[in-house]
């Protein structure tokens, strides 16, 4: 079992800055490869929608809602993931889910298994 344990979700006034981050945990093995983690965030009433995702090359992708005010950036070492999150917004209001995409040994190239934190709360009040 693989585990995503996000912190550093809160309440934040319109403008201010948060930092997310998470960990993946449990059965990542030497010759497993996390081809890729991110973010995304599902508001209330609303599907759940990508904000960012880094390789584990460090290319990044950001949804254009929050291009410019929040960065991505992966600790490949320690499989950690964080969004550094300014300027918010109370649309950026939403719970935020970690995402891993593992790719195991064996598996063709390119693919891999998601796996998904239980979400942190973001609230950001006008």
């Known amino acids: 079992q693989v585990q995503l344990v996000e912190s550093g979700g809160g309440l934040v006034q319109a403008g201010g800055s948060l930092r997310l981050s998470c960990v993946a945990t449990?059965?990542?093995?030497?010759?497993?490869?996390?081809?890729?983690m991110g973010w995304y965030r599902q508001a209330p009433g609303k599907q759940r929608e990508l904000v960012a995702t880094?390789?584990?090359?460090?290319?990044?992708n950001y949804a254009d809602s929050v291009e410019g005010r929040f960065t991505a950036s992966r600790d490949n070492a320690a499989n950690a993931v964080s969004l550094q999150m300014t300027a918010l917004k109370p649309e950026d209001t939403a719970v935020y889910y970690c995402?891993?995409?593992?790719?195991?040994?064996?598996?063709?190239?390119?693919?891999?298994?998601?796996?998904w934190g239980k979400g942190t709360l973001v609230t950001v009040s006008s």
């Open positions: 449990g059965s990542i093995f030497r010759l497993d490869r996390i081809i890729r």
């Open positions: 880094v390789t584990s090359g460090d290319s990044t």
């Open positions: 995402n891993a995409v593992i790719q195991r040994l064996g598996m063709p190239s390119g693919l891999g298994t998601d796996y």
